[in-house]
Structure formats: C-alpha cells, structure tokens
C-alpha cells in the first residue's frame, strides 16, 4: 500500500511557474513508477510526466521543454517543475505510483493516487 499527498498548486499569469510536490508514505521499498496526472473541467484525465525507479521517464508532448519530473528518495517525494506556464495547462493536477519499472502515461496502469491539486493559469 502506498499513500500520496499532493501540494503546490496556485495561481499564477502566463509564463510563470510552480513546483508541484507528492509525499509518498507506506510502502517505499518496492520499485514503484510515478507519475503526474491533469484534468480540466469537461475533459479527460491526461498523462503529465512519469519516471520510474530505474531512472526512465516519459513527458506528454504538450509539455516537453517546459516540465521535468523529478524525485528525491531520500525524501519520498515526487516532483514536477513547471516552466512557462500556459493557460491551457490549467487543471488539477494529481500524483500516482504503480508497481514495476515500466514507465507510461496510461492513467489506467496506476494504483494508487493522491488527492488533487489546483493550477491555475491566468493569461
């Protein structure tokens, strides 16, 4: 069992940036993938960002060049940086792990989920 929780999200204009953050608690010494997970209002669940434990990651192509993901073990947390922030990338954002080491942006690969958090980006 794996708990998330989520946090960093806000507000910010066009251009800015945010740090999203995800605590992981529970089971830490399994290999686990993560990932970074949006949902805009009215529409589907997209895959953001995710690495895994062997250091492979994958961006969604709306986002490569502006986000990295990244993780600290030593801290059980997952991050994801957010450069040059558009208002199209307003959504809630949540984190995920799932088992095993290979990586995707399937959202229906992933187990367990954090709660969500809000970016919003004003033009």
């Known amino acids: 069992q794996v708990q998330l929780v989520g946090s960093g999200g806000g507000s910010v204009q066009s251009g800015g940036s945010l740090r999203l953050s995800c605590t992981v608690s529970?089971?830490?010494?399994?290999?686990?993938?993560m990932g970074w997970f949006r949902q805009a209002p009215g529409k589907e669940r997209e895959g953001v960002a995710a690495i895994c434990d062997d250091g492979g990651s994958v961006y969604a192509d709306s986002v490569k060049g502006r986000f990295t993901i990244s993780q600290d073990n030593a801290k059980n947390t997952l991050y994801l940086q957010m450069s040059s922030l558009k208002p199209e990338d307003t959504a809630m954002y949540y984190c995920?792990?799932?088992?095993?080491?290979?990586?995707?942006?399937?959202?229906?690969?992933?187990?367990?989920w954090g709660q969500g958090t809000q970016v919003t980006v004003s033009s």
């Open positions: 529970g089971d830490t010494y399994s290999r686990y993938c």
């Open positions: 995920a792990a799932k088992p095993g080491v290979a990586v995707t942006l399937r959202a229906d690969s992933y187990m367990y």
